[in-house]
């Protein structure tokens, strides 16, 4: 059964810097994963997504200031998310890439202040 926890999410002013959690079970945690966000009234959106093997992708509007990363041993993944800009403010969430599934964990809310 899979389940997806994420953590570290706060409130930061802008400039600042945050690091996202996400601990898997489960067997999805051997496909490529991702971070997703969703802001109020906007789609859910990828923002970046690292495959096993560690080959990391990144949208355009955080490319250049997230980091991500994973631990297969331990099942967890990290969003490194710096220079943080107001419109990063969004609910964040990790999941497989692409998803084969309509499961969500909780996901933890990211503010950033101006």
């Known amino acids: 059964q899979v389940q997806l926890v994420e953590s570290g999410g706060g409130l930061v002013q802008a400039g600042g810097s945050l690091t996202l959690s996400c601990a898997a079970s489960?067997?999805?945690?051997?496909?490529?994963m991702a971070w997703y966000r969703q802001a109020p009234g906007k789609p859910r959106e990828a923002v970046a997504s690292?495959?096993?093997?560690?080959?990391?992708n990144y949208a355009d509007s955080v490319k250049g200031r997230f980091t991500i990363s994973r631990n297969n041993a331990k099942n967890t993944m990290y969003l490194q998310m710096n220079s943080l800009k107001p419109e990063d403010t969004a609910v964040y969430y990790c999941?497989?890439?692409?998803?084969?599934?309509?499961?969500w964990g909780q996901g933890t809310q990211v503010t950033v202040s101006s």
């Open positions: 690292i495959t096993s093997e560690g080959s990391s």
């Open positions: 489960g067997t999805i945690f051997r496909f490529i």
């Open positions: 999941n497989e890439f692409p998803r084969t599934s309509e499961y």
